[in-house]
């Protein structure tokens, strides 16, 4: 039922998947020109699509239901598209916006990765549509270009001003890597991370405490940084080093003092943790997750209650390391965990949450996965350049 031909009476020329993302360390760093470090999921979402020569957009997902949702192309408009059609109508708006000829098409839309849940399904999304169009339109757009769009997307359609990591890392992630991303000029690196080599399991656990980041409170951390930036002459906080601190810190309101303080050690939280994966140290991640933690918590404070107790509970159980992933408010927590010890600690983990009377966790091991592709159709093989 609902197949591609039913929905829309005809076969699709193609299918594509975008996979979700967990950022190792690296949070709130990239909308301050700062490093991150992702890897995506093995989980994605899969568009099936064709193009339509009537300049109509015709969209239905597996998980919202419903009927079609059909929109006129010519006139998308940012805030005029209401729930998950947004995100797919906002890219080829962004298309469309910066030049592109782009027009209709038929889409069914599919997706394995939890929503809400600080995995970044709302960029897997995007970057599927994006992926799908530039073949189907023959853009000839690389992977960067295409993540940037879909940022665009986001931020002046959907109205999320988020920063480019999530896009970045569902296009541009490779099997086997993380992304070492400088966000201040997208130059990146993929850097190998063999965790079953190393004995080592990476324990993504779902809160199941959902996050909405349009609902201001994301936009107004961004703002404070930008706010502290211009107040310390800097064009982004990614220009004040380490040892800047103590000096710079006083200049600032209160208010604005731990923010400053969590983006710059998070960015020398990320290049650590490079080292540490470039020497095969991956077990010496764990305590740079914990400290990522303690700054998310105490000095950002995006932490939540379940989010602090997935934290305290898989440390206290053996893991060598965990943060919430993710902008926060809810979402995930990663914990990097001895392999032969994972479903123990996973198990007691949801212990932990049923003794504090809390709906159960949802958990997953999360292995480096590749990035945008097609993967029905001419080809194969990845259809973007990762540049």
Not at 3 to 8: K, N
Not at 14 to 23: D, F, M, Q, S
Not at 170 to 190: H, K, N, P, V, Y
Not at 257 to 277: D, Y
Request: charged share 20%; proline share 6%.
């Amino acid at each position: 039922m609902n197949s591609f031909t039913e929905l829309h009476g005809h076969a699709p020329e193609g299918e594509w998947a975008a996979p979700g993302r967990v950022n190792l360390i690296g949070e709130h760093t990239d909308y301050n020109g700062g490093f991150v470090l992702p890897i995506a999921l093995p989980q994605t979402c899969r568009a099936q699509a064709r193009r339509r020569p009537d300049g109509l957009l015709r969209l239905w997902s597996a998980q919202g239901g419903g009927p079609v949702t059909e929109l006129r192309v010519a006139d998308l408009t940012p805030g005029e598209v209401p729930g998950w059609a947004a995100y797919p109508a906002a890219v080829v708006w962004a298309l469309r916006e910066a030049g592109y000829e782009v027009g209709g098409a038929d889409l069914r839309l599919e997706s394995d990765v939890p929503s809400g849940a600080g995995l970044s399904s709302s960029a897997a999304l995007e970057c599927v549509v994006a992926a799908a169009y530039n073949d189907l339109y023959g853009l000839g757009l690389s992977a960067p270009d295409l993540a940037l769009i879909a940022q665009r997307a986001e931020n002046a359609f959907v109205g999320v001003p988020c920063g480019i990591m999530d896009q970045m890392a569902s296009m541009c992630c490779r099997e086997g890597s993380a992304l070492f991303l400088d966000s201040r000029d997208l130059t990146s690196r993929q850097v190998p991370i063999d965790l079953a080599d190393a004995g080592l399991a990476l324990l993504v656990i779902d809160t199941r405490v959902k996050h909405d980041l349009a609902d201001g409170a994301y936009a107004a951390l961004r703002a404070g940084c930008e706010r502290a930036a211009a107040l310390l002459g800097l064009p982004a906080l990614r220009s004040l080093a380490p040892s800047d601190l103590p000096a710079a810190l006083p200049r600032l309101p209160e208010d604005l003092r731990p923010l400053v303080r969590h983006v710059v050690t998070e960015n020398a939280r990320v290049e650590t943790a490079v080292a540490h994966l470039d020497t095969g140290d991956l077990t010496a991640l764990g305590p740079i997750l914990t400290a990522g933690h303690a700054s998310l918590r105490d000095d950002y404070r995006v932490s939540c209650r379940e989010t602090d107790l997935a934290v305290e509970a898989a440390l206290a159980v053996g893991a060598h390391g965990a943060r919430m992933t993710g902008g926060g408010f809810g979402g995930s927590v990663i914990a990097l965990v001895a392999a032969p010890e994972a479903a123990r600690i996973a198990a007691e983990v949801t212990a932990a949450f049923h003794r504090a009377a809390l709906t159960p966790p949802h958990i997953l091991t999360a292995t480096p996965a590749e990035g945008a592709r097609r993967i029905v159709g001419s080809t194969k093989s990845r259809v973007v350049n990762a540049g």
